[in-house]
């Protein structure tokens, strides 16, 4: 046997998922009570392998009594879940918010209750409190625990973790407690919040240092495959009509798309650049019918009135 606490952790987390990324119909209470004990497990163990990146001491309840040699043996007791994600906030400065503690504390309660005494319970509720845990868990394991590791072993667990985030797709009561949250979290940015093509969820959000949607997660660094793949996606019209031609009047990167559909108005079509993120009110094509120009400004592009003045000798 060879788990490792990542790729452990990892595990454990596929077979949430493989028990949960059912139809309602066929999720099974005793499906329930295996995601609930590998969920609680996942959730240790991946908190703790992110404390021991940091250092293997933070792992251990109380240093003073262990060595590095007795920790290489596994002879040590060590610091609670709860302890933990404080040590990670505190001590590491990854951030684990109110909510996030509380979710798992009371998961934990459940896996007690369930482990050692039995449990009776709705199926609703025990749905909704793993889902909340495990939408914390895929957060962490995502912004702070894979970044944090190296190439080698990044690429070793990434086709793992693109099956479980595929699978927590299909998990209805994931995916509602997902979107409530970042429909809280996101509407600050609900302007430049679209679907994302990837997940057809709406919580990509579109910025100039590089977009990335906050459900699947997804990630864009440039602007221009992000509006290739917008446009293949979700417009009907062919896309050499949204790109080839789409070269933004502001910055002239071929990002721009007619026709964008943000959170803050979804039934209301803008167009809006995906690299400099300006928005038109109203566009329409040059003379020259290769560029847009905005219906305010002057009856041609920059790029035809660059040639005009170089033809009249004036630059």
């Known amino acids: ?3 490792l606490p ?12 493989a028990r949960l990324a059912r139809p309602d119909a066929e999720v099974s209470p005793r499906d329930l009570k295996y995601a609930v004990l590998h969920l609680q497990a996942a959730t240790e163990v991946l908190v703790k392998a992110r404390l021991q990146i940091e250092h293997w001491s933070l ?3 109380d240093v003073s009594r262990c060595t590095k040699e007795k ?20 001590m590491v400065g990854v951030p684990i918010g109110k909510g996030d503690r509380e979710a798992v504390e009371e998961l934990a309660k459940l896996r007690n209750r369930l482990q050692h005494w039995g449990l009776q319970e709705t199926v609703a509720l025990v749905e909704k409190r793993a889902a909340s845990v495990l939408d914390f868990l895929m957060r962490f394991v995502d912004e702070h625990l894979l970044p944090a590791l190296g190439d ?13 985030r595929l699978g927590v797709r299909d998990i209805v009561t994931f ?3 997902r979107r409530t949250r970042l429909r ?17 969820e709406w919580a990509l959000v579109v910025e100039q240092e590089g977009s990335r949607c906050h459900f699947c997660p997804r990630a864009w660094e440039d602007s221009e495959d992000l509006a290739y793949a917008y446009a293949e996606t979700f417009e009907t019209t062919s896309i050499e009509d949204h790109v080839s031609s789409g070269d933004c009047p502001d910055c002239w990167t071929r990002a721009l798309i007619v026709g964008v559909r943000t959170a803050a108005s979804p039934g209301e079509p803008i167009d809006m650049c995906f690299n400099c993120t300006a928005v038109f009110t109203s566009l329409r094509l040059c003379s020259c019918l290769e560029y847009f120009v905005p219906q305010a400004e002057e009856d041609i592009c920059r790029r ?12």
């Open 1 to 3: 046997m060879d788990f």
């Open 6 to 17: 990542v790729p452990n952790g990892i595990d454990y987390l596929s077979e949430v998922v």
């Open 59 to 61: 792992v251990v309840k």
């Open 71 to 90: 920790y290489d043996r596994g002879e040590f007791e060590s610091a609670t879940v709860a302890e933990s994600m404080r040590r990670l906030d505190d």
């Open 152 to 164: 080698e072993q990044l690429a070793a667990m990434q086709a793992e973790m693109d099956a479980v």
């Open 175 to 177: 995916v509602k407690v």
């Open 184 to 200: 809280e979290e996101l509407k600050t940015f609900a302007s430049t919040t679209v679907q994302c093509p990837s997940c057809h």
């Open 304 to 315: 035809c009135w660059d040639r005009h003045l170089e033809l009249s000798g004036m630059v």
